[in-house]
Each structure stands twice: as C-alpha cells, then as structure tokens.
C-alpha cells in the first residue's frame, strides 16, 4: 500500500523507484499495489509507476466539495424550484458516495480472487451473473430517475431493491450447502459473501436515492415511514412491478453443461 508522504521528492503512489525498482524487482512482489485512502495525487504518473487501484475516488471529494456548496446554497434565498434541486442533492448526495465506496469493494474483492486465481462453480457464477444484472439494471432506474426527475421511473427501484435482497439471502443459503457438500471451499465463500454483500448495498442505496425522489414532493420527508407504508402496503403497481423482476431475473435458471459422453 502506498503511504502519503513523498520519496526523494515524489509521492509514493507514483514513485517509480519504490514500486518498480524496489517492490517488483527487488522484493519481487507480483501482488496489487493499492494506495492508501487519497493518497493517489496523480493519473497518468501512478499508472505509468505502476499503481494498480486507487483507495479513496474523486468520488469522495466531490461528495465534500458538493456538500459544503449545497449547504452554503442552502442559507440564500431561492426560489420553489430551486430549493427542491438543493434539497434533493443534499439528500441523495451521501448515497451516490457509498455506490462509489461499493464498487471499490467490489473491484478489490475480484482483484483478490484474481490473485489468488480462486474461482466459483459454475452454479455460484450464474447466480452471481444473474444478480449483478440485477443491481445493474437497479442502478440504472436510480440515476436516469434522479437525472430525469422521473418519478414513475423511480417508482420501480424499491421493488428490484426488495428482489435483490431477497435473492440475496437465497444465494447464501446455497453457497452454504455447497460448502457443506464440498462442492466450494471457504476461500471462495468468503469472496461469495463479500460480493453479496456490496451488490445488496449498492441496492439499497439506489432505493435511498428513488425514496427521496419521491418523498420530496411530499411535505414531509420521512424515509423510513415510507418505506414502511410501501412495504406493509404494496399496492397492485408495486407487485406488477416485483413480479416482473422475479420472472426476469430467475436464479433458478441454471442447468449444469452435459459432458460429450452424455450427450
């Protein structure tokens, strides 16, 4: 990992003498080399020094930066509409971060399982398949929504969102009778779990986002009696919704590939 500070003169991230010279060639390790959070200070440099994953994105500081505006905007006079675009960025802005937080989780958990050339079964790779197009498409109804103001659009996010944490608790139920019948180890579970785990938040925050779309044009902002009401209620558009969802993405789909001597 790469410190903060600066080595004859150049940060750590992009110091080609540290990390080519000293910790690939010398030490020769051949694992990824991640820095440590915002200590990345440049692109092109601490790709050509050989920096594999920065921790800590652009991400993060456009969330501080847009935040102190936000608040500072916050405390001038505005008109309805304007004030509705303030409120709604200072709602949703904390959970466009996290997506951004997910998804570096995700990607050192595959550079993990890179590494170590760990690999799942073919079962546990279509469910995972079959999940992460979920959340795909979850986090497309979120952004286009907030981006168009379109409430309709937004409307459709909780009820993936709820599919998709329901999904995943089934996978893990699986994933534990595999390791039960040997058909996985613990080093790949472990990976499993985490994947799960990032995909099922990356959900939720998207359902965070469409909540606050949507409770906005209320009076009163409560997201969690919303959802409440949503979830104990579930009106005929919500479950046209949900039962749409569940037949589109079937973790049951899988068929195990016939050998030739099958066939």
Aim: with cysteine; proline share 1%.
């Amino acid at each position: 990992m790469a410190a903060y500070n600066k080595f004859r003169g150049e940060f750590c991230a992009e110091n080609n003498y540290l990390v080519r010279k000293i910790l690939r060639n010398e030490w020769g390790f051949d694992g990824v080399y991640v820095t440590d959070w915002g200590a990345a200070h440049s692109t092109v440099p601490s790709m050509e020094a050989g920096l594999d994953l920065e921790m800590g994105t652009l991400i993060d500081k456009y969330e501080d930066k847009l935040g102190t505006y936000l608040m500072q905007m916050s405390t001038h006079e505005m008109n309805g509409s304007q004030a509705k675009q303030v409120s709604k960025f200072l709602h949703t802005v904390s959970d466009f971060e996290r997506l951004g937080d997910h998804a570096v989780n995700i990607s050192e958990v595959a550079a993990e399982l890179n590494e170590k050339k760990i690999a799942f079964s073919d079962e546990a790779q279509y469910e995972l398949d079959v999940l992460e197009n979920a959340v795909k498409e979850c986090v497309s109804l979120a952004v286009d929504a907030f981006c168009a103001d379109d409430l309709e659009m937004a409307a459709k996010v909780e009820p993936l969102r709820e599919l998709i944490g329901i999904l995943c608790d089934e996978l893990k139920l699986r994933h534990i009778a595999r390791l039960r019948t040997g058909k996985c180890e613990m080093k790949q579970g472990f990976a499993f779990n985490d994947l799960l785990t990032n995909l099922e938040r990356i959900a939720a925050h998207c359902s965070n986002i469409a909540v606050a779309m949507i409770e906005l044009e209320a009076a009163d902002f409560d997201t969690h009696e919303y959802l409440k009401s949503v979830r104990e209620l579930k009106n005929d558009t919500y479950m046209a919704y949900f039962d749409e969802y569940e037949r589109k993405y079937d973790i049951n789909g899988y068929r195990k590939k016939k050998t030739k001597a099958q066939k």
